[in-house]
Structures are given as structure tokens and as C-alpha cells.
């Protein structure tokens, strides 16, 4: 027998989630496209005048980052429908008549979600960053022609050479349009080992230089002691590009990766730098994914509860309620965290901590019974 193959209970189970689960993709990418996406698509082309052609770029540019958003959402609505729907056929009871527990029911459940989560995560270290910058500039360089605001927060450029990081530059605000920067960081590396960084609390550009001011030069040796080499007033900074193609060729925390973000607070920490907000931000691209499997198994123990009694539009409406109570949670942990009441780490893996004990709740219940 092979024993990668599904036995006929995890069938039954998953087949009874699979329907449920591409529906919710679908509906729950309807509502955002149709709620944000097409309403701001119909605003580019009516008021702005912008062509058909650009409009839809932007639309697919957009549509990774909605589909990643839905996935824990779907994972829910799979589970609570499918096991809604299997306690209404009385599979359920049968299952249980027969001794086999509702954790054993769970257990194809978790591995669907399991897979779903790695998924979740790997979409976005992958396509959703690079999707999200591509949009953002589409909207800046092309759609609004650089007419909003010059100013920029949290920017961040990569330099390497012959495949090699030479140097991270890291602004906490840039003002293109006057030419000045604010909270300067500059990382510099020898063999990929950080050897110097650089502070300055503004930067200018003055006759084709960028200038900063009110510095300070910090070396960091092989054991990562940190020393403080010089101050300075005022010095150039190596930088061949103007204010523009440095807002062009920045990349804000907030579009990277887990991983690209990780790497940036690693450098970033030799400074004792406040990196509160960062390390919330990194625990949450890592923790929300993993939403997936913590959904599955609260949709499938409050399904199971509900033994089919109601249709799947209230299935639908509850877990609407679920996923934004789940949301509400997030943002005030990320505030709390972001504030420094608490640890991020459990800023970002708190929501589904919370969730995860409700979910094993009813689980439970549904066990007892």
C-alpha cells in the first residue's frame, strides 16, 4: 500500500473542503476586486484619462496580493462548510458510532492546511513583493506622473557588485522634490561581512551631490563589536543618483520579504537602532500565513457544531465575522507591539495563538459530544 496515498476517510474529508475552498477563493477575490481594485481601476480611466491597457496592468499587478489575503479566509470557509455539510449527511455521526474521534477527522484537514500555509508563504516571499513594487511604481511613474506627494518614508537600497552586497542605504524619510534626507543609514560590507556604518540625521542635495550632515562613523570588527571611529558635521556621501531615481530605486520595509526584511534588521541592529516596528512587521509576514491551518481547524470544529442546520450563506456571513474579528486582534497586538507594550514576537504570533485556543475549543466540544 502506498503510504503517501489518501485512505478513504481523508477522501471523503477532503472532498467534502476542495468545493468549498476554490469557491471561497473565488468569491472572497470578487469582493476585493470589486470593493477596491475595479472601483479605483474605473476612477484611473473616467477622471485621469488613464488608457485601458495601463488600468489592467495595475489590476494584475494588484491581484497576487489580494489572492495571498484570501487563502486563510477560504481555508475557513472550506472547513466550516465541509464539515457543515458532512454533519448534515450524518457522516459525522456515523464516524463517530464507529469510535473514530473528530481528531482523526481533523488530521486531513490540518495536512490540506498545512500545505496551504507553505503555500501562503511562499507566494509571498516570492511573487507578492515583487508584484506590490511593480504596482506602486506603475502608479507613481506612470498613472500619477509623480504628482502625489514627493515624500517618502522608510526607503531602502541595495548595492552589490559582482554578485556581492557592497553597501545597504536605509532613509527614514525623502523628500524628492527638495532634495532632502532625513535619518540616514549607511551599511557597508566587505566579503559580506558588515565592516562600517554610517549615521547622519539629513542628507542634501546640493549641485549634483548628496551631502550629510551631523554624522557619525561607527567600525564593526570580525567578533561584531561595534566601535565608534569619528563625528562628523559635514561630509559627501558616495551616492551617484538624484533625489528622483533614489525614490525610483528605493524599496520600503513594507514591500519586502520576510526574508529581505530579516537580513535589513540584522544589519540595521549593530547601532542600537529602535527596531520595534520592523521585527512586528517581519513576525507578521511570517505568522499570518500559518493562519491557514488555524482557520481550517476552527471552520471545521464550529462547522462540525453546527451539524448542517443552516445554509452556506450563513456559513459565508460567519466566517466574514471570524476573519475580520481575526483582523481586529492583529492590528491592535501590531499596535501594541509596534508601541513596545509588547514583545513583537507575540505582537505578531498572538492573533494566532488566541484563534488557536478557540479553535482547539471547539474542537473539543465537538469530541465530547
Known amino acids: 500500500m502506498n503510504p503517501f496515498r489518501p485512505r478513504l476517510l481523508d477522501r471523503l474529508i477532503l472532498g467534502a473542503v476542495a468545493g468549498p475552498f476554490l469557491f471561497g477563493i473565488l468569491i472572497f477575490t470578487l469582493i476585493f476586486v470589486a470593493g477596491d481594485l475595479l472601483f479605483q ?43 457543515s455539510s458532512l454533519g448534515g449527511g450524518s457522516e459525522l455521526i456515523a464516524l463517530k458510532s464507529l469510535g473514530i474521534p473528530f481528531s ?9 492546511s498545512f500545505l496551504v500555509s507553505l503555500l501562503a508563504l511562499a507566494f509571498n516571499e516570492t511573487v507578492v513583493p515583487f508584484t506590490t513594487e511593480a ?23 541595495r548595492e552589490e557588485e559582482d554578485g556581492a552586497l557592497r553597501r545597504v542605504l536605509y532613509v527614514d524619510q525623502l523628500d524628492a522634490k527638495q532634495g532632502v534626507m532625513r535619518g540616514v543609514m549607511v551599511h557597508e560590507f566587505d566579503r559580506d ?7 547622519a540625521e539629513r542628507g542634501l542635495w546640493q549641485e549634483g551631490q548628496w551631502w550629510i550632515e551631523d554624522g557619525r562613523v561607527y567600525e564593526v570588527d570580525r567578533d561584531g563589536e561595534v566601535t565608534l571611529l569619528l563625528r562628523f558635521e559635514r561630509q559627501r556621501l558616495a551616492l551617484n543618483l538624484s533625489p528622483e531615481q533614489l525614490q525610483m530605486s528605493t524599496k520600503r520595509p513594507v514591500d ?22 520592523l521585527w512586528v512587521m517581519f513576525h507578521l509576514k511570517l505568522g499570518v500565513p500559518w493562519a491557514c491551518v488555524i482557520m481550517a481547524v476552527l471552520g471545521a470544529g464550529f462547522g ?13 456571513g460567519i466566517s466574514v465575522v471570524i476573519v475580520f474579528a481575526y483582523y481586529v486582534v492583529m492590528s491592535m497586538c501590531r499596535a501594541l507591539g509596534e508601541a513596545g507594550a509588547i514583545w513583537p ?6 492573533p494566532n495563538l488566541l484563534f488557536l485556543a478557540v479553535a482547539l475549543f471547539f474542537a473539543w466540544r465537538v469530541d465530547r459530544r
Open 256 to 277: 519586502m520579504s520576510a526574508h529581505e526584511l530579516w537580513r535589513y534588521i540584522q544589519q540595521s541592529s549593530s547601532v542600537g537602532a529602535d527596531l520595534s516596528r
Open 193 to 199: 561581512r558588515l565592516a562600517r556604518t554610517l549615521t
Open 104 to 112: 482523526r477527522v481533523l488530521r486531513p484537514v490540518i495536512g490540506a
Open 304 to 316: 462540525a457544531s453546527r451539524q448542517g442546520r443552516r445554509g452556506s450563506g450563513v456559513g459565508f
Open 345 to 350: 514576537s507575540l505582537a505578531g504570533w498572538g
Open 41 to 83: 481601476a474605473a476612477k484611473l480611466i473616467i477622471e485621469q484619462g488613464v488608457s485601458l491597457g495601463v488600468v489592467t496592468r495595475l489590476f494584475f499587478y494588484r491581484l497576487p496580493e489580494v489572492v495571498a489575503m484570501t487563502l486563510p479566509m477560504s481555508s475557513l470557509l472550506a472547513t466550516l462548510l465541509g464539515m
Open 135 to 157: 504596482a506602486d511604481r506603475l502608479m507613481k511613474y506612470e498613472i500619477l506622473k509623480n504628482q502625489a506627494s514627493a515624500v517618502q518614508e522608510k526607503v531602502f537600497l
